[in-house]
């Protein structure tokens, strides 16, 4: 009688395990991709290459990753807006994108990953769970 709830819980237990180290591996994976579109600001435009660096940085498989760019301008008191004429323009000089104001770009990663869990068929415990990690970093200028 006490062994299918000892399985049970261990089942569980291991589910439980195999979520963290998941989460774990997609946070490593957008950490390494931001990594590498913060190395400078041509790395910063190869959105292909941080998608692939932060898939090629973990061993679990079915991770998907989304990249992105983002300019800003910021005062000194560290005040963000958006750069004029238009937002997000990376390539006019900064005089022009943020005149009297520093130009800040960041690059994000988001990586993410449906998990499937070995129980299943048993109330509130999910078959499968959508996990998904984001990092962002200041690109070198």
Do not use: E
């Not at 292909?48 to 998907?64: K, P, V």
Request: proline share 4%.
């Amino acid at each position: 009688m006490a062994l299918p709830v000892v399985m049970v819980v261990f089942a569980a237990t291991i589910d439980f395990a195999r979520v963290f180290y998941t989460s774990m591996a997609l946070m490593d994976a957008a950490r390494a991709g931001a990594q590498y579109g913060a190395v400078n600001s041509a790395f910063a435009t190869d959105i292909a290459g941080m998608q692939s660096a932060a898939t090629a940085a973990t061993n679990t498989t079915g991770i998907t990753a989304v990249a992105s760019r983002l300019c800003q301008c910021a005062t000194d008191v560290g005040v963000f807006s958006a750069t004029s004429p238009t937002a997000n323009d990376c390539t006019s000089p900064v005089a022009t994108s943020c005149p009297g104001k520093h130009l800040v770009v960041t690059v994000t990663v988001t990586t993410s990953k449906t998990f499937t869990t070995i129980i299943t068929g048993f109330p509130s415990i999910p078959s499968s769970v959508n996990l998904s990690r984001t990092a962002t970093m200041r690109v070198h200028q």
